[in-house]
């Protein structure tokens, strides 16, 4: 089955860019990848779709890519409010499955 | 507003059964993709299963083995999950999620989930 690797904490100074990859076997071919935000006791939220679509109501701060067999999550201008649980998520289209990342917890310090 | 709210968990014991249900509002619920996504405690998230709008294609994680199954009554707007044979495994919050006329489509509406405990 097809496994998507997050690292399991990512920390950033205030202001600072914040980086979150995503790692999976060719990857850049899914079809996309979608990112979301999770802040405890509350429901996931998008907040990239298809690789570096931003859904409205999404800074601009906010922003992805994908090649290769690494996606990545980039967060400009890092603010404490951003301090969450960021989630990866592709189509495998070979099983028919939707596939998570484990997850990374960004630290704002 | 568009909004989805859960139903249907609570206390089961291991072996017992659940019907999780879904009720969608404010948006078109026939022409949409849904799917469930569940979270143990303290872990991460878990795809559970997805749907296609129509409710004719259904789509399930491995590791179910056959013990869930997810349909849909669109003239009530309503998502739902059968659990059976039920496993400590199982405990988790479970969400129900809006995708979009495909079901490879981001999920941009959650609900705010719904407990399920398994345990004797």
């Known amino acids: 089955s097809y496994v998507l690797t997050q690292p399991p904490s990512v920390s950033v100074a205030p202001g600072k860019t914040a980086r979150i990859t995503c790692g999976g076997n060719n990857i850049g071919t899914k079809g996309g990848v979608h990112w979301y935000l999770q802040k405890p006791g509350q429901a996931p939220v998008v907040v990239i779709y298809?690789?570096?679509d931003r859904p409205s109501g999404i800074p601009e701060r906010f922003s992805g890519s994908n090649s290769g067999n690494t996606a990545t999550l980039t967060i400009s201008r890092v603010e404490a409010g951003d301090e969450a649980d960021y989630y990866c998520?592709?189509?495998?289209?070979?099983?028919?499955?939707?596939?998570f990342g484990g997850g990374t917890k960004l630290t704002v310090l | 507003e568009v909004q989805l709210l859960e139903s249907g968990g609570g206390l089961v014991q291991p072996g017992g059964s659940l019907r999780l249900s879904c009720a969608a509002s404010g948006f078109t619920f026939s022409t949409y993709a849904m799917t469930w996504v569940r979270q143990a405690p303290g872990k991460g998230l878990e795809w559970v299963s997805t749907?296609?709008?129509?409710?004719?294609?259904?789509y399930y994680a491995d590791f179910l083995k056959g013990r869930f199954t997810v349909s849909r009554d669109n003239s009530k707007n309503t998502l739902y999950l059968q659990m059976n044979s039920l496993r400590a495994e199982d405990t988790a919050v479970y969400y129900c999620?809006?995708?979009?006329?495909?079901?490879?489509?981001?999920?941009?509406?959650w609900g705010q989930g719904t407990m399920v405990t398994v345990s004797s």
């Open positions: 298809y690789d570096n």
């Open positions: 999620a809006k995708g979009s006329t495909t079901v490879t489509t981001a999920f941009d509406i």
């Open positions: 998520q592709v189509w495998d289209s070979s099983s028919d499955h939707w596939v």
């Open positions: 749907i296609n709008d129509s409710g004719d294609s259904t």
